[in-house]
């Protein structure tokens, strides 16, 4: 595990271990729920504090299908689906440091096609870094193969203490037509903690921001997403809300040439 500081921010990150983050903490308040242990993580790696999906979010139910063609693939993390491939293959396997200070760290993943796997070669980056008041991450894919191939991105943070945080950010709804000719509302402002039920949710047009209220730090977090997952199971102390380009089920409509790259960013600042 390699440790990157700055003023008050320190992160703790486990390349080898699914390019996981294990913990992030500023003035020694955890923003992240920290993971319990390495071997935590390396038995289950939803145990991290925040995991990179890639080269898709979500789960891929049935298999891919793409270019007139079906893959089938197996599960990803079988203790946690059983049936399907879940947030792609770089929360599963080691990452290689290219990059190393006082403050910065990347690392990246290279996959090979194989049986069961992701059908394409793609390499994926990603860069953490830290400032005075920021800490961001970004995350990208590459397609190295010699055709076209579907991409998509997500950042799985676990952000600390679900009861007494506030996660403030607009949700944009459109103007569907009513049947009652009523008008829809243009935005819901979602101020407070997160609901004591259970979310599974994701707000479909989103602005990229958001601010997040934890013990008397106020955050102000950003991303280039306009995709916004946010999770929390039932009887949890943490929640999710986690930036995506791709809607859950909806896979496979951004395609990268070859040598064509997307990226991600989560910026996390303190206000």
């Given at each position: 595990?390699?440790?990157?500081?700055?003023?008050?921010?320190?992160?703790?990150?486990?390349?080898e271990?699914?390019?996981?983050?294990?913990?992030?903490?500023?003035?020694?308040?955890n923003?992240?729920?920290?993971?319990?242990?390495?071997?935590?993580?390396?038995?289950?790696?939803?145990e991290?504090?925040?995991?990179?999906?890639?080269?898709?979010?979500?789960?891929?139910?049935?298999?891919?299908?793409?270019?007139?063609g079906?893959?089938?693939?197996a599960?990803?993390?079988?203790?946690?689906?059983?049936?399907?491939?879940?947030?792609?293959?770089?929360?599963?396997n080691?990452?290689?440091?290219?990059?190393?200070?006082?403050?910065?760290?990347?690392?990246?993943?290279?996959?090979?096609?194989?049986?069961?796997l992701?059908?394409?070669?793609?390499?994926?980056?990603?860069?953490?870094?830290?400032?005075?008041?920021?800490?961001?991450?970004?995350?990208?894919?590459?397609?190295?193969?010699?055709?076209?191939?579907?991409?998509?991105?997500?950042?799985?943070?676990?952000?600390?203490?679900?009861?007494?945080?506030?996660?403030?950010?607009?949700?944009?709804?459109?103007?569907?037509?009513?049947?009652s000719?009523?008008?829809?509302?243009?935005?819901i402002?979602?101020?407070?903690?997160?609901?004591?039920?259970?979310?599974?949710?994701?707000?479909?047009?989103?602005?990229?921001?958001?601010?997040?209220?934890?013990?008397?730090?106020?955050?102000?977090?950003?991303?280039?997403?306009?995709?916004?997952?946010?999770y929390?199971?039932?009887?949890?102390?943490f929640?999710?809300?986690?930036?995506?380009?791709?809607?859950?089920?909806?896979f496979?409509?951004?395609v990268?040439?070859?040598?064509?790259s997307?990226?991600?960013?989560?910026?996390?600042?303190?206000?």
């Amino acid at each position: 595990m390699i440790e990157i500081t700055a003023g008050k921010f320190k992160a703790v990150l486990a390349p080898e271990l699914g390019g996981a983050v294990m913990s992030l903490e500023h003035g020694g308040v955890n923003i992240f729920r920290p993971a319990a242990s390495r071997d935590a993580v390396a038995a289950d790696p939803r145990e991290a504090a925040c995991y990179p999906c890639v080269p898709w979010f979500s789960r891929l139910h049935g298999g891919l299908d793409f270019g007139g063609g079906h893959y089938d693939l197996a599960p990803t993390l079988p203790a946690c689906d059983p049936e399907h491939a879940l947030h792609g293959h770089g929360w599963v396997n080691p990452w290689h440091v290219t990059e190393q200070s006082d403050n910065r760290l990347a690392c990246r993943y290279d996959h090979a096609p194989g049986p069961g796997l992701f059908p394409f070669n793609f390499s994926a980056t990603q860069e953490f870094a830290l400032s005075t008041d920021e800490f961001r991450i970004v995350l990208a894919v590459i397609n190295n193969d010699d055709s076209p191939m579907p991409a998509g991105l997500g950042l799985h943070p676990f952000f600390q203490d679900k009861k007494t945080s506030e996660l403030n950010f607009t949700e944009y709804c459109g103007q569907p037509k009513l049947p009652s000719g009523l008008r829809a509302p243009e935005k819901i402002e979602h101020r407070g903690p997160f609901p004591d039920d259970p979310v599974d949710y994701t707000i479909k047009r989103w602005d990229g921001t958001a601010e997040i209220v934890h013990d008397s730090l106020h955050i102000a977090m950003t991303s280039n997403a306009r995709i916004l997952h946010l999770y929390s199971p039932e009887d949890a102390d943490f929640y999710c809300a986690e930036p995506v380009t791709h809607w859950p089920g909806y896979f496979g409509e951004d395609v990268l040439a070859p040598g064509e790259s997307m990226e991600l960013f989560l910026s996390l600042k303190i206000d």
